[in-house]
Nanobody
Framework: QVQLVESGGGSVRHGGSLRLSCTFS??????LGWFRQAPGKEREFVAA????????YYSDSVKGRFTISRDNARNTVYLQMNSLKPEDTAVYYC???????????????WGQGTRVTVSS
């Protein structure tokens, strides 16, 4: 059974930084993705990373500000978020896939999410 647990959320001010972590188990060499869902909005793709870490993919809204990375020895994927904006406020989820993609339907297992609030 695949399990994912996110952590690292919190409240920061505009321009601040946070690092999210997602620890996973039960998956064989998964692609890991981060998604987010703001209040009243659809869940949207943020970033994804291949098993090796050699392929990364970002949404345009976070490119240049967020960095996805992983440590397979610790079964953990990270999302370093810099230059945070109020519009980054959302619940952030990690999920597993077989391919590096922004298509939400390609992700099969999901964590419970961690909340990020950015104040102006």
């Amino acid at each position: 059974q695949v399990q994912l647990v996110e952590s690292g959320g919190g409240s920061v001010r505009h321009g601040g930084s946070l690092r999210l972590s997602c620890t996973f188990s039960g998956a064989t060499k998964p692609v890991l993705g981060w998604f987010r869902q703001a209040p009243g909005k659809e869940r949207e793709f943020v970033a994804a990373i291949s098993w090796s870490g050699g392929i990364t993919y970002y949404s345009d809204s976070v490119k240049g500000r967020f960095t996805i990375s992983r440590d397979n020895a610790r079964n953990t994927v990270y999302l370093q978020m810099n230059s945070l904006k109020p519009e980054d406020t959302a619940v952030y989820y990690c999920a597993t896939s077989r391919t590096v993609t922004a298509i939400i339907g390609e992700y099969g297992s999901w964590g419970q999410g961690t909340r990020v609030t950015v104040s102006s």
